[in-house]
């Protein structure tokens, strides 16, 4: 009989932050961190960024080329910032798609929308980046926002976000990257290991969410490393843009 200690010791590995865990619990852990942030997690966008996660996003709006009629998908959408946004420019002829894994999310995102008046040519999904539940060939515009490094198979992803783009399609992955400049890198650390999980403390009674959070920024692929990672998957024309220093950063890949 296989002893199941042995299973799990030959079960491969990947990072949740700076744990080493095995690869099927990385999906659950990642779930609690977002169950836990969802209710507060529009206040925290601000207060961390100050604002600048409303600047990163209209520029993935401008890059995404998006136009009325177009089909969107906005995986790992949570609370729909680009969901709103493209909803407006498709209009009634286009139709976007939210879709995340965690259900929290997805219900904070579909009451915000609502609320805001956002409804007839938007649906909510809850579906994995790795298997999108979507036709071959279907969407204009497909983006991940700060969503990436989160999942566990980064490269089943962006094949399956290649899939279910139509040829010409393009997709954006918003993210955080690795800054340039040592200084601002040496700031950054510190702003990210003191103060974020303070403020998860404060505003969520959370740090450990928040520590993640700096921690998986770290340990996501640097800007050269997920352009390869694109051009693997099959995307051409893949280009980023630095922003606010490289500590954010928005790559782009057309599908052949
Ligand atoms: C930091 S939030 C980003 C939300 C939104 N895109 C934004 O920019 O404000 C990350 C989101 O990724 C979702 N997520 C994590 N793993 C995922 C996966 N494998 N498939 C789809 N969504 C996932 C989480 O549930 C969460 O809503």
């Known amino acids: 009989m296989s002893d199941p200690r042995k299973a799990h010791e030959q079960e491969p590995t990947t990072h949740f932050g700076f744990q080493d865990v ?16 969802a209710a ?5 966008n601000d207060v961390l960024s100050g604002g600048l996660h409303r600047l990163w996003k209209r520029f993935t709006i401008e890059l995404s080329g998006v136009r009325t009629g177009n089909r969107v998908l906005d995986i790992a959408g949570g609370t729909g910032d680009l969901t709103r946004k493209f909803a407006s420019i ?9 879709a995340d894994i965690n259900d929290s999310m997805l219900k904070v995102g579909r009451d915000r929308l609502l609320d805001k008046g956002v409804a007839g040519n938007v649906q909510f999904v809850q579906a994995d ?6 036709p071959d060939n279907h969407f204009d515009v ?17 094949r399956s976000m290649l899939r279910v783009l139509k040829p010409g399609g393009r997709l954006l992955v918003l993210e955080f990257s690795k800054p340039g400049n040592p200084l601002l890198a040496k700031v950054y650390d510190t702003y990210s290991f003191s103060f974020m999980p303070l403020a998860g403390k404060l505003i969520t009674n959370d740090s450990e969410s928040y520590r993640y959070l700096a921690e998986s ?22 280009t980023y843009h630095n922003m606010t ?4 950063a928005l790559h782009r890949g057309i599908k052949p």
């Open 245 to 248: 220093g490289g500590i954010v």
């Open 217 to 238: 920024i770290r340990m996501h692929p640097d800007q050269e490393t997920l352009k390869a990672m694109m051009v693997e998957a099959g995307f051409e024309r893949v």
């Open 40 to 44: 507060k997690y529009d206040l925290m």
């Open 90 to 98: 498709v209009g009634p002829t286009g139709q976007v798609v939210l």
């Open 22 to 37: 095995p690869e099927s619990q990385k999906a659950e852990k990642v779930a609690e961190v977002f169950h836990s942030v």
């Open 142 to 158: 497909v983006t991940i926002a700060f969503g990436l490094r989160n999942v566990t198979h980064k490269e089943d992803a962006l």
């Open 129 to 134: 980046a790795e298997k999108l539940p979507f």
